[in-house]
T-cell receptor, first 116, second 112 residues
Framework: DVKVTQSSRYLVKRTGEKVFLECVQD?????MFWYRQDPGLGLRLIYF???????EKGDIPEGYSVSREKKERFSLILESASTNQTSMYLC???????????????FGPGTRLLVL | LAKTTQPISMDSYEGQEVNITCSHN???????ITWYQQFPSQGPRFIIQ???TKVTNEVASLFIPADRKSSTLSLPRVSLSDTAVYYC?????????????FGDGTTLTVKP
């Protein structure tokens, strides 16, 4: 079974702090994603990466950056945390699909971040 | 990216069949339709995926009409443990490396 782990289940930070959220997958997947989930807004894509050192902006990248130095690890960085970044953060990974096929996303358990 | 629209919530009773419809009027030729299930405090979990017509697995069925502008997730004989949020996802995973758009999700509540 694919395993996607996130560094913390719960995190409390203060406004202005730099926050690192780490995600690790153990199935050699090329693609990794960071989402945030808020009540009434569903899942929104922040950033994704399709290879080491590659990244692309999702729908709501403002206030976030990412790092993919190793294939199995994808980090989400909040340079200066703000209260409106209080949310559930979900990491996912997928393998690159071959012609005529597509892959599903495997999600981690989530990190619930509270910014005070 | 194709935007999806789902009902916000649905109620059902144990043993009933539940059908959740997702509208995706702007679906592109290469887009697949995927449904995920999410329980509280957990990440979403894959249920079923399809491109056209009908797909069935041990958990659910997915019905996709010829125009592909909507799809219906069918859960046979639901139980209390099927209470969850169900997301419809449309996207071309191969060319956009998974840059797909989740819908707002449908909260299904199964009552005894």
């Amino acid at each position: 079974d694919v395993k996607v782990t996130q560094s913390s289940r719960y995190l409390v930070k203060r406004t202005g702090e730099k926050v690192f959220l780490e995600c690790v997958q153990d199935m050699d997947h090329e693609n990794m994603f960071w989402y945030r989930q808020d009540p009434g807004l569903g899942l929104r894509l922040i950033y994704f990466s399709y290879d080491v050192k590659m990244k692309e902006k999702g729908d709501i990248p403002e206030g976030y950056s990412v790092s993919r130095e190793k294939k199995e690890r994808f980090s989400l960085i909040l340079e200066s945390a703000s209260t409106n970044q209080t949310s559930m953060y979900l990491c996912a990974s997928t393998i690159t699909g071959t012609s005529g096929s597509t892959e599903t996303q495997y999600f981690g358990p989530g990190t619930r971040l509270l910014v005070l | 990216l194709a935007k999806t629209t789902q009902p916000i919530s649905m109620d059902s009773y144990e043993g009933q069949e539940v059908n959740i419809t997702c509208s995706h009027n702007n679906i592109a030729t290469n887009d697949y339709i995927t449904w995920y299930q999410q329980f509280p405090s957990q990440g979403p979990r894959f249920i079923i995926q399809g491109y056209k017509t009908k797909v069935t697995n041990e958990v659910a069925s997915l019905f996709i009409p010829a125009d592909r502008k909507s799809s219906t997730l069918s859960l046979p004989r639901v139980s209390l443990s099927d209470t969850a949020v169900y997301y419809c996802l449309v996207g071309d995973i191969n060319t956009n490396a998974g840059k797909s758009t989740f819908g707002d999700g449908t909260t299904l509540t199964v009552k005894p």
